[in-house]
T-cell receptor
């Protein structure tokens, strides 16, 4: 079945440090891939997405590239800010499915210190 | 445009009680999905509704039910509450019901505590 595996957290970084959060997936079909962010006490916000192999999603300085050969969609940011502190979720949906359900990873807690 | 709205924001119930959670999708969106997020975990799919019909169901017991109204808003009902039902319940809306890279937009959630 479809699933997503994220690197275990929490991740603690100093401001302006480089961020990588690893995400790998298993899918029976041809998935679309997403990163969602959840700030404390809030719901999920879409951060970026990619719908086909080699696509790069980007937003707010975050980037992730859809790597079909390694079944990965790692999230990166060159210089994190305190305001980036949140929980990050990698997710997939099966583009060939008649159902638009999302499969989420467990989430990675990021804390950025000034 | 307003985003996805959910009510109530917080709820406290006791075991055995029943609860109804409500969701209004983004204007123009015809699909609503429900997810359960237990503390420290990623959201788990419960239901998807499109054009008032159930399109899919996750691995949840029959105590969970839902419906979608003609204006595309939706209700999630949980009967005979258990302690393990304590979670953040998230509603998401999208234009259609297909998983072709279409974005699902999430509401702020309803936090349910079962005592």
């Amino acid at each position: 079945g479809d699933s997503v595996t994220q690197m275990e957290g929490p991740v603690t970084l100093s401001e302006e440090a480089f961020l990588t959060i690893n995400c790998t997936y298993t899918a029976t079909g041809y998935p679309s891939l997403f990163w969602y962010v959840q700030y404390p006490g809030e719901g999920l916000q879409l951060l970026l997405k990619a719908t086909k192999a080699d696509d790069k999603g980007s937003n707010k300085g975050f980037e992730a590239t859809y790597r079909k050969e390694t079944t990965s969609f790692h999230l990166e940011k060159g210089s994190v800010q305190v305001s980036d502190s949140a929980v990050y979720f990698c997710a997939l949906s099966d583009r060939g499915s008649t159902l638009g359900r999302l499969y989420f990873g467990r989430g990675t807690q990021l804390t950025v210190w000034p | 445009d307003a985003g996805v709205t959910q009510s109530p924001t917080h709820l406290i119930k006791t075991r055995g009680q029943q609860v109804t959670l409500r969701c209004s999708p983004i204007s123009g969106h015809k699909s609503v999905s429900w997810y359960q997020q237990v503390l420290g975990q990623g959201p788990q799919f419960i239901f998807q509704y499109y054009e008032k019909e159930e399109r899919g169901r996750g691995n949840f017991p029959d105590r969970f039910s839902a419906r979608q109204f003609p204006n595309y808003s939706s209700e999630l009902n949980v009967n005979a509450l258990l302690l393990g039902d304590s979670a953040l319940y998230l509603c998401a809306s999208s234009l259609t019901d297909r998983g072709r890279g279409e974005t699902q937009y999430f509401g702020p959630g309803t936090r349910l505590l079962v005592l």
